[in-house]
């Protein structure tokens, strides 16, 4: 950020007083600007024991399967997000069942927010971001080209609890060490 959306005026990075980090603050209107983290919320369309994915045909991670998910927009709900990045990404009708996962992404700002669901039909095919979509079972999922280490480690979660028969809400961190990813427990610490 480098101006103010308030006046238009520079800002700098500084602690504000009765703050414990640094924001962008306007050097002439004196507004502080907040920065959050972004919410990402998606499904995992579970049809006869198999995962719907989809391919993805825009960056970043063009070329590699996912669950799908996205953004939330302002005004919606984590629900409502999450039948609308389903339906643009795999033109898929799903019922949401309960929110299976919520991990932290410290690295890149955001919150993911995953639900178990069930497709309604079987009438799907790629959205605009996708290139292609599939049913997968367990033994044929793409493994080696998951786009992301939040749908590798959903999904692994998810077969673990569907081996149980017990499917629980799974909290942690994602946390990027160099090249690879490390998953710590949530508060609860049962994974």
Known sequence: MKFCSHCGSQVISKIPPDDD????????CETIHYQNPRVVTGCIPEHDGRILLCK???????GYWTLPAGFME???TSFEAALRETLEEANARVELLELYAVFNLPHV???YMMYRSKLLDLDFSPGKESVAVDLFAEHLIPWDDLAFATIRQTLKFYF???QSGH????????IKQ???YDFRDGPSGET
Not at 56 to 62: L, T
Not at 167 to 174: A, K
């Open 21 to 28: 980090r640094p924001r962008y603050v306007c050097i002439v």
């Open 56 to 62: 993805r045909a825009i960056e970043p991670r063009r």
């Open 74 to 76: 302002l005004g919606e």
């Open 109 to 111: 700002d955001q919150v």
């Open 160 to 162: 673990q609890d569907r």
């Open 167 to 174: 499917f629980r809400l799974h909290t942690g961190d994602i």
């Open 178 to 180: 160099g090249e690879r």
